[in-house]
């Protein structure tokens, strides 16, 4: 299996790397939990900046990312602008949307960018090229906070954003149902088993789903948000348990 190495960070082999999300309101405070998750065992840490009270201000958006760069020190930093229509806290029209990824990639800051599959649109190809050529990783994921789509629905959204370009597919989705979280793993093993070469990251929020968090590695997700001590979706278990979880089914 071939992986996404980013700043010697591999993204698809061994153990599922550890992503824990900054959802602070102020600048002061994402700077401070910075240098407290600076410290912790996580591989990357994802920024939210729709929990952010400047998301839609982007000179101030450019300010922040730096110097949250420099306080994350050698830990990846994803840029996440999770839209309302994907369970996000704030609603961008599509033009807003394509400037705000433009917007980061011209800060040189990000490791990776999260770019939504849906909200992107006709444009996913030339963003995920854009960013590319900025020198950062596209994570291009879809949400469904209210059921879980078929393995065949999931399987081929997964396979649609690979072709698109996207180095990580990631899809988070909502059980109803033991069977749902079992569709949920059974699609990850079979982009996993079939696309070797492309890392995914899967989830099947909720308690129920949980289990999905802590068996990527099994199952073929390369890398599972952990609960820092606040989380950023239901289900997220803690950065402690997850890192103990992960130890104890390394493969
Ligand atoms: O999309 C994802 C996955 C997530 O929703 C989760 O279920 O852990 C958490 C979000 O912060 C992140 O952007």
Redesign the pocket.
């Known amino acids: 299996m071939s992986c996404v190495n980013i700043r010697g960070c591999c993204i698809g082999e061994g153990r599922p790397k550890v992503i824990i ?1 900054i ?1 602070e309101p102020t600048e002061a405070a994402i700077l401070e939990k910075a240098a407290e998750f600076s410290t912790l065992r996580a591989d990357c840490v ?1 920024w ?1 900046i729709d929990c952010f009270e400047g998301a839609k201000d982007f000179p101030t958006i450019v300010h922040c990312a730096a110097k949250l760069r420099v306080a994350l020190k050698d830990q990846l930093l994803l840029f ?1 602008f ?1 839209t309302k229509a994907e ?1 996000g806290k704030v609603a961008l029209s599509h033009e807003e949307y394509l400037h705000f990824i433009r917007v980061v990639l011209a800060t040189d800051c990000a490791d990776l960018i ?1 770019i939504e599959f849906f909200t992107a649109g006709a444009e996913l190809p030339a963003l995920i090229e854009e960013a590319h050529t900025a020198g950062a990783a596209v994570v291009c ?1 879809s ?1 469904d906070f209210h059921k879980t789509p078929p393995r065949t629905e999931l399987v081929s959204r997964m396979m649609q954003m690979q072709r698109a370009g996207a180095d990580l597919p ?1 899809l ?1 989705v909502m059980p109803q149902s033991r069977a749902d979280v079992l569709e949920l793993l059974a699609a990850t093993a079979e982009m996993a088993d079939r696309h070797p070469e492309t890392p995914i990251i899967t ?1 099947s ?1 909720g308690a129920l789903g949980a289990v999905s ?1 802590l068996s990527g590695e099994a199952f073929g997700s390369a890398m599972t ?1 952990a609960n820092p001590g606040q989380a ?5 278990v803690s950065l402690e348990v997850v890192n103990e979880v992960l130890d104890a089914l390394h493969l």
Do not use: W
């Open positions: 999300p959802v994802e939210r996440t999770r369970g999260d994921s949400h990631k988070a989830m929020m968090r948000f950023s979706a239901p289900g997220q």
